[in-house]
């Protein structure tokens, strides 16, 4: 398989970095991967926000368990319709994105590099 094919699926298969990381860019890897971690683990405890009054209701009764009256719960908190959420989802997009593109271009120029000499 081509470095250029491996380092790209690396980093979009699993996590972004990991190509950075096979082609020995430290830094990159680490910048990479503290940034995806770091917006990760905000949407998470963001998500984790929203979902934890609602667990308490349920389980005191006062939502049912069912689907209808979770999703007009999870409405009437906010937690469908969160931009913030929604903002948090497409950076890790983007970063996730940008770090696979990244990875593919250094390795396509170290390979450039290598067939002009």
Partial sequence: MKKTIQVTLLSLLVFPGVGHLALKKYVLALGFFAS??????SLINEISD????LYTQILSGKVAIELSAIRQALIEQGALENAHLTT???LLVAIWLVAAVDAYRIANNKINHLVDK
Avoid: C, G, V
């Avoid at 995806?36 to 683990?41: H, M, Q, R, S, V």
């Fill in 36 to 41: 995806f971690a770091y917006l990760l683990l």
């Fill in 50 to 53: 929203k979902i934890h009054p």
């Fill in 88 to 90: 948090l989802s497409y």
